[in-house]
């Protein structure tokens, strides 16, 4: 879906579609390959636990593969592909802070003076 | 000469009520008002209140303070006033009575019959056993102490600058006919106000009010107010949580509502860099609330499972309080929660700072009739300072024992954040330079605030670093240094937006000469409460002392101040009541004002005066900067920022009075309304489980042994398959109705919901399954008795080395008085038939179902889950709506309800993301 797609109310009958048929056929086809590639990634996680390839290499490769399928998710499910700076600035900065609030307080719970820790 | 009539100058006569908001009835016009400016003056009134209130109850603690075990009531009054102290110290000599302080035994009040009537109206109002006799009780002290924090800053100050200001004066810069989300302003606003009446009623609770400081600190927050024959979620602590609730959600929706009105609503041609300084800074506030307090509700959304469910995030293992150890799961660690709550109080600070700045900059340019020096300075160092304080909020925790990479790293922040705030300072001091100072009373606010902010400010230097700090911390130095920058600072800056707007706002002028006599006393007064409080602080006197410091030695030659600071604090209480016969009395009789009284240049003064429903009798044009006072070769000294120059009869009428783009995009954003807001609430969602996972790393990094293999991973696969697939059919709802096939968006979006719900139906029978499963944890000593049948059967066994405990799960046969039967569970890949084992409970250091509170990994799956349903939940119900009566909507306007469409949509696939991290970081790892 784009922005760039909605008619202008002056000039279209609002009951006429907002979207072309070929455009509508692309979103459904784009639609059912991110199904496919979430399902199989979801499966490829559980592939890492049910195998049991340790439980270091299963964290690091299940946050990827999650990372990705959020990705994915982000890009086309909720439609940032195309979407103007405003909604990107917006979000990096989101994820900058999150990332900020988790990371330096990790590093906080391990540097630590001796002693005053349990 | 009176500035209400040397400033008045062309007067375009209106009757606002012609403008007025049209066939409405009093209750919707007034009290469920949707219109900005009533919200606005909702807020103002109501945050005044507050404001109050919170200044009495710290009048009640400088009285225990200054005068330590005394009784408050009448006949005090009517006698001298003694001091009493509560241990041998060596004496100390009153500065108003010469009177030398004897030591005497504490508390010194009469003797107290509980069985008499009580004496006092404080007594009689908050209950004998918080002023027994009218002595303050130490408990209704620290409730007080807690309270003041609290209201002041959340139900005051914040309010005042955003919820206020925020509403009435934003948008009326940038030229909106109102917020972008006007129902959701108003529910801002109730939202906010139920909350507010939530915290005072905490009083009334047995037990009284939260005791923990505002900072709500953890063990203490968790253990205190837990009373025998009362739930603990109506306890005093317990709604301070649920009131903070209330608050943040308020913030947060009027966070996104300012955001988006100025993103999306600013005037044709008032550019970013026209802005007034006003709208940039509740821009930058707007975020600092929307990103900071989202961890703080997942802090107190644990921290009130700690109190009702019993659960341990905050609570570590062995905890010992008045000689007992506490029962709980354990493992959690009260750092977290400070790391949360800091993550928003320190921005907090800039919450507090950055909108009294705003105003101080209109008043200073408007008052000195020259353009604000370093304008875009001024912009960027605001951008900066609200990012960078996300960066700096341990800084209030070096005393934790944190290391030295952390504690340089938070230093290196601090200091380097003070660069940005200096900044600020400085152009709004340089833009006094040269200028033609009119002491008008909001100008006499905004000069003393730049002193007082920066005194605040500076003192704030020593506090980055963490070897003066080690010293500081926890003392009267820091009170005076916070209350330097809110205090004189901020709340002046508040009285100089009050002073500067209610013209606009009303109709009247204000009285100079009452302001004037508000003004002074007020300024001396502040610097006397405030000022002796370094010397305390540095002599090392502690900030919650409840007698004072006097049973202290090291406090024995600065302890007089209280008495000082006491008298200074009433004399202040009374230095407002000029403010109050002012603000209401010049409602009545106060001069008439002009539609632009001070000669001012930006749009809110293009307006009529008071501003009606729409705000602009025509649509505003912007073609110059907002400060544009005193330009060579004009006739006048000031040009207004609208092209009409203030005539606000003048230009074409607005095409309607309806807010833009709440159906289509603005060209610049390519957004339209909802769907900027909706982005911006994912955003705040972001944050808010941020904070659980971060919990979740604590927890699990914290834990000896991290628990694998209690969920039923094909039941989480079988879920996310689930609410992937509804993703799908969400999306196809919206495409449908994109191409206007209604009846196949709905069969979607029917689609969606049963999905939805089928999620639920197994979520709910993955938590059935759970409280039926038990387990219990065995002392190492008796373990031997059950090691042999334990092994032989293939059970899962986990050693637990920081309790010395093994724990057995399993389903739960019999239990008895003495024993339970478990059926274990087996380790994984064991073939055999699991049998019986009886645990005799002398062996057992505790055991139960799988609830919240029997381990942290259940505390933080339930809590996560928990969340998540409750998301899904609201989702189903928005979309259950759309489907029973989307179609009204549909036939006005198809591509509206795809707009609504399209939002809930980001909302549900939202809810998936969140589920992909779920699944794995629960079930998986």
């Known amino acids: 879906m784009s922005d760039h797609s909605t008619p202008n109310p002056e000039s279209v009958d609002r009951h006429a579609p907002s979207l072309t048929q070929q455009e509508f056929n692309d979103h459904v086809r784009n639609y059912l390959a991110i199904f496919g590639s979430l399902l199989v990634l979801s499966l490829v996680s559980f592939a890492f636990w049910y195998f049991q390839i340790g439980l270091g290499w299963q964290i690091v490769l299940t946050l990827l593969v999650a990372s990705a399928q959020a990705f994915l998710n982000l890009r086309y499910l909720m439609h940032l592909k195309g979407q103007g700076g405003t909604i990107k600035y917006f979000l990096i900065m989101t994820a900058v802070f999150s990332a900020v609030l988790m990371l330096v307080s990790l590093l906080a719970f391990f540097n630590t003076i001796p002693g005053t820790h349990h | ?925």
């Open chain 2, 1 to 925: 000469m009176d500035a209400s009539t040397t400033l008045a100058h062309d007067s375009h006569s209106h009757n606002p009520g012609t403008h007025a908001h049209p066939h409405q009835s009093w209750l919707r016009q007034y009290v469920f008002s949707i219109d900005h400016k009533v919200v606005g003056m909702q807020y103002l009134v109501t945050a005044l209140v507050f404001l109050l209130i919170g200044f009495s109850f710290m009048l009640l603690m400088r009285w225990q303070l200054a005068y330590p075990g005394q009784s408050l009531n009448w006949e005090r009054f009517k006698g001298n006033i003694s001091i009493s102290v509560s241990n041998g110290v060596g004496s100390v000599t009153s500065v108003f009575t010469g009177r030398e302080f004897k030591p005497q035994p504490f508390p010194a009040a009469a003797p107290y019959d509980p069985a008499k009537p009580e004496p006092t109206l404080l007594g009689k109002l908050f209950g004998k056993a918080s002023m027994p006799g009218g002595v303050m009780a130490p408990d209704f002290y620290n409730s007080l102490g807690a309270m003041h924090g609290t209201i002041m800053v959340f139900l005051a100050i914040v309010p005042l600058l955003t919820g206020a200001f925020g509403n009435y004066v934003m948008p009326l810069q940038v030229g909106a006919p109102d917020m972008c989300f006007p129902k959701l302003n108003m529910m801002s606003y109730w939202t906010y106000f139920v909350g507010g009446v939530v915290m005072l009623s905490s009083f009334f609770v047995p037990g009284g009010a939260a005791k923990s400081g505002w900072t709500s600190y953890p063990p203490l927050s968790v253990v205190s107010d837990q009373l025998p024959n009362w739930p603990s979620i109506l306890s005093g602590q317990s709604v301070w949580i649920l009131g903070m609730v209330f608050l943040i959600t308020s913030s947060l929706l009027g966070s996104v509502n300012i955001i988006c009105t100025i993103t999306q609503l600013r005037a044709r041609g008032l550019k970013w860099m026209r802005l007034p300084f006003f709208v940039w800074s509740q821009f930058v506030t707007a975020f600092l609330l929307l990103l900071a307090f989202p961890p703080l509700e997942s802090a107190a959304i644990m921290q009130l499972m700690d109190r009702v469910a019993g659960t341990s995030f905050f609570m570590p293992s062995g905890l010992v309080v008045g000689g007992n150890i506490v029962h709980v799961s354990g493992g959690g660690t009260p750092l977290l929660w400070q790391h949360l709550f800091w993550f928003l109080a320190h921005p907090e600070v800039y919450v507090l700072i950055l909108p009294g700045l705003g105003i101080v900059c209109e008043v200073i340019a408007n008052n000195t009739r020259k353009p604000i020096w370093g304008y875009k300075s001024l912009v960027f160092a605001t951008f900066f300072l609200g990012f960078v304080s996300f960066l700096v909020w341990a800084h209030h925790m070096y005393l934790t024992g944190m290391g030295t990479v952390v504690s340089s790293f938070f230093q290196a922040t601090t200091i380097i954040i003070s660069v940005p705030s200096v900044i600020i300072l400085t152009a709004l001091v340089i833009s006094l330079w040269g200028g033609s100072i009119r002491f008008t009373v909001p100008m006499l606010f905004a000069t003393a605030f730049l002193p007082m902010f920066g005194i605040g400010g500076l003192t704030g230097i020593p506090l980055a670093f963490s070897a003066t700090d080690l010293y500081l911390h926890d003392t009267y130095y820091v009170i005076g240094h916070f209350h330097y920058v809110v205090a004189p600072g901020t709340i002046f800056a508040i009285f100089a937006g009050i002073y500067f707007w209610y013209p606009k706002a009303t109709g009247r002028m204000m009285s100079p000469f009452l302001g004037k006599l508000h003004f002074w006393p007020t300024f001396i007064l502040m610097n006397c409460i405030f000022m002796p409080m370094f010397l305390q602080g540095m002599g090392g006197m502690h900030r919650r002392w409840y007698d004072g410091g006097q049973s202290w030695e090291l406090a024995k030659n600065i302890v007089h101040w209280n008495e000082f600071i006491g008298v200074a604090a009433f004399l202040l209480f009374l230095a407002q009541i000029p403010f109050i016969i002012n603000f209401f009395g010049s409602l009545k009789w106060g001069a008439k004002a002009t539609d632009n009284p001070w000669e001012s240049t930006t749009l809110e003064w293009s307006t009529p005066t008071p501003p009606g429903h729409g705000n602009f009798l025509h649509e505003p044009i912007v073609d110059k900067g907002p400060y544009e006072y005193s330009v060579p070769g004009m006739t006048r000294d000031y040009a207004m920022q609208d092209i009409n120059d203030g005539k606000t009869d003048a230009g074409p009428p607005p095409h309607d009075m309806e807010i833009p783009y709440t159906v289509h995009a603005r060209p610049d954003t390519g957004l339209y309304n909802a769907k900027l807001g909706i982005w911006l609430f994912l955003a705040s969602e972001v944050m808010l489980f941020a904070g659980v996972f971060s919990a979740y790393v604590f927890l699990r990094l914290g834990a000896d042994v991290w628990p694998r293999g209690y969920l039923n991973t094909w039941m989480g696969l079988f879920n996310t398959t689930v609410l992937i697939s509804s993703s799908i059919t969400m999306l196809m709802s919206w495409a449908s109705l994109k191409m206007r096939n209604f009846q196949s968006s709905q069969r979607w979006l029917l689609a969606t919901i049963l999905l939805g719900v089928l999620f639920l139906g197994v979520k709910a029978k993955e938590y059935s399954d759970k409280f039926h499963h038990y387990g219990a944890f065995i002392k190492q000593e008796s373990y031997s008795k059950y090691k042999n049948v334990l092994e032989a059967e293939g059970a899962r066994v986990t050693y637990h080395p920081e309790t010395k405990l093994y724990e057995v799960t399993g389903h739960l046969e019999k239990s008895t008085a003495e024993e339970i039967v478990l059926l274990p569970d087996l380790k994984r890949g064991v073939p055999t038939e699991a049998k019986e084992v009886d645990i005799a409970l002398a062996d057992v250091e505790r055991w139960g179902a799988f609830y919240p509170k029997y381990s942290s990994f259940f505390a933080i799956y339930f809590t996560l889950t928990g969340l998540h349903v409750l998301h899904l939940i609201g989702g189903i119900v928005v979309l259950a709506y759309f489907y029973f009566f989307g179609s009204r909507i549909y036939r006005q306007n198809p591509e509206h309800q795809a707009n609504r469409l399209e939002v809930c949509g980001l909302f549900w696939h939202f809810v998936d993301l969140v589920w992909i991290f779920l699944f794995p970081v629960l079930y998986l790892l």
